[in-house]
């Protein structure tokens, strides 16, 4: 098993020694919760085959779990599955899951790995809002203070954002919109916006290449939430003699991971 999937279900540390100041049968409870959020439900004698442990150390924990509505059992096949109670909780984490919050050490990153101005902006009535920046220390930089407004098919966040689209979405929001033209390079058509996306999905970033301002260049990607839905997208921007095609390559990568680490941070599973 690769160590980056070891700790779903954590079978081989599940009868192990635990670090000094755990509660070992805490620590086996939410053992239990992991392997049962990951299936479909599960025996008891799965259960125990799967963390390694006998059926009566199995029955104790889920008796536990049960009573306090963690865990619930299936009255026709018998088997095990994650309790409303479980749910409750994890409500509570989407709640303060804000994406702002969750982006800022992100952002920061991505300044100091790239030496430009990282962004982060949400969808609103068909443009991107920017909420949040981390400049750099350069004296040209980009500037898109928080509040300000872009259009979707100008903007490297709008791209990032409608390449998670399924094209019948994308058509609805710009059927009988003008494609405002900021620059001789902005985009002009439907046709040429799902062109432009379908190169962003086959790339995993958007890049607006001075689109918006002649000069500037942006590099985004999408942040996903638990239901692999876009709520916001996180971009790097500069201008364009410190933007190569090299370096923007460069870039994309930084900003995909950015993305991933964020939509991680938010629940996402396929980041």
Partial sequence: MEAGNRRRGRPKGFG????????????????????????????????????????????????????????????????????????????????????????????????????????????????????????????????????????????????????TFDPKRIERLFRGREFERFTTKTIGSLAALSENIEATRARGYAIDDEERTMGMRCVAAPILNVHGEAVAGISVSGPTHRLSDDRVREIGEHVRRGAATVSRLLGATKA
Avoid: C
């Fill in 16 to 163: 192990g020694a635990k670090p000094a100041g755990t509660i070992q049968a805490l620590d086996r409870a939410l053992d239990v919760l992991e392997v049962l959020a990951d299936g479909d439900g599960l025996t008891l004698s799965e259960l125990s085959g799967k963390l390694g442990q006998s059926v009566a150390t199995m029955h104790r924990v889920l008796a536990t779990l049960e009573r306090r509505a963690f865990v619930e059992i299936s009255a026709d096949k018998q088997e095990w599955h994650v309790g409303a109670e479980a749910y409750r909780l994890g409500a509570a984490f989407l709640r303060r899951g804000n994406v702002v919050e969750r982006s800022r050490s992100a952002m920061w990153t991505l300044m100091q790995e790239t030496g430009e101005t990282s962004n982060l902006g949400v969808e609103k009535d068909g443009s991107v809002l920017f909420v949040s920046q981390v400049e750099t220390h350069e004296t040209i930089r980009a500037f898109f203070p928080p509040g300000s407004l872009s259009p979707l098919h100008a903007s490297g966040i709008g791209k990032a954002l409608l390449s």
